[in-house]
């Protein structure tokens, strides 16, 4: 009998006879990639093949001509366009998979993305070189009890770690020098919180093949909800002798920050775009808030003189944007890292004070409890 030939049209076809594959699941997931860097080429470049179909990119990063060698979504246009990392991944996978969906976002992870993000994925994985970048995703994550699997490349090795909520924890497993450099680096006395550079550890696309596939193969698990399966030590490998050891971290100390319990959240209709003012006026009239303290993630400067002392500046930047503005260090003589309502200009915009969008605001009630209201999505 002559076999007949099945032209399968469908992306995810030649997966449907693997057992543990479950096409909904991943199809309806949704995974943020932190970093667009080798490393990030490579887990991105994997969802997008095992039609992961919504992917959040965050990196605020340009492309140079010494990320081609080991990035297989940029190429020499982007060097050329000076493209930014985030707009050449988003378009470079909508061609190779126009089904997926990517949200690119140019922001710091530390101060610029939106909370909302960290609640609403499945999972995160993290493709970041900094310590600091990864402290401040590790807090996030684990408020909106959201597991992220980091992964680390230099040279020919690589590791990579699952934190979960109550299982393992980024912050408790740092060593004294590390809390100390990054303690350093927060408080630095000039302008913003600069950490680390990109692009400057010496590593390979092979190693970020390696170390970005096991990721996207523990992310796997855990949009399957295959929780048992999932790597329960952290893996480190070195491809120069062949050495696979997996270790087992600390995980959590009775202190810490990541037992935070749940939150609630409360909504409101309004977006980053609305001013303070207006804010005020409806976590009044909706939530009955009279007097709300709102905590900003990045502190908002105030006054700012140049190092010499020869000019002062009166401004209304989050600290974390100054560089944007400022070429020069500066010292910073005001800021605050609250609002409430004695706060002298209220027709500035939640944006101005540095919040983003998709957002969620923490602010302490007039019973002095800590609370959450999420912004409007996708304004
Ligand atoms: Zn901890």
Known sequence: MQKIKYKAKEWDYSFKSMTWWNRDKVKNAKVMVVGCGALGNEVIKNLVLMNVSNIVIVDFDEIEYSNLSRSILFDHSHVTNSSRKVDAVKH?????????????????????????????????????????????????????????????????????????????????????????????????ADVAAQYESHGSIPTTSISASIIGAIQVQEALKIIHGYEDELMTQSLYYEGFHNLYLNYTETMTNPDCHCQMEDIHLLRTELSHKATIESLFEEMHKSLEESDPIIML???????????????????????????????????????????????????????????????IIKYISKEGTMKFLKLKLNS
């Not at 009890?145 to 980091?150: H, L, N, Q």
């Not at 500066?330 to 027709?347: A, E």
């Open 92 to 188: 470079k996978v909508e061609q190779i998979n126009p089904t997926v969906t990517v949200e690119a976002l140019h922001a710091d992870v530390c101060h610029g993305v939106g909370l909302s993000y960290f609640e609403e994925v499945d999972v995160i994985i993290s493709c970041l070189d900094n310590r600091q970048a990864r402290l401040f995703l590790n807090r996030y994550a684990f408020q909106f009890s959201t597991p992220w699997i980091d992964g680390a490349i230099e040279n020919v090795s690589g590791t990579v770690k699952i934190y979960r909520k109550g299982e393992n924890c980024y912050e408790c497993n740092l060593t004294d020098i590390e809390r100390q450099e990054i303690k350093a680096k927060l408080a630095c």
């Open 297 to 359: 993630r990045s502190p908002l400067i105030l006054k700012v003189q140049t190092m010499n002392q020869d000019k002062t500046a009166e401004i209304s930047i989050p600290k974390y944007k100054l560089k944007d503005y400022f070429d020069e260090d500066l010292m910073i003589l005001n800021q605050v890292d609250r609002i409430d309502h004695s706060f002298s200009d209220k027709t500035l915009t939640l944006e101005d004070i540095g919040i983003a969008s998709n957002d």
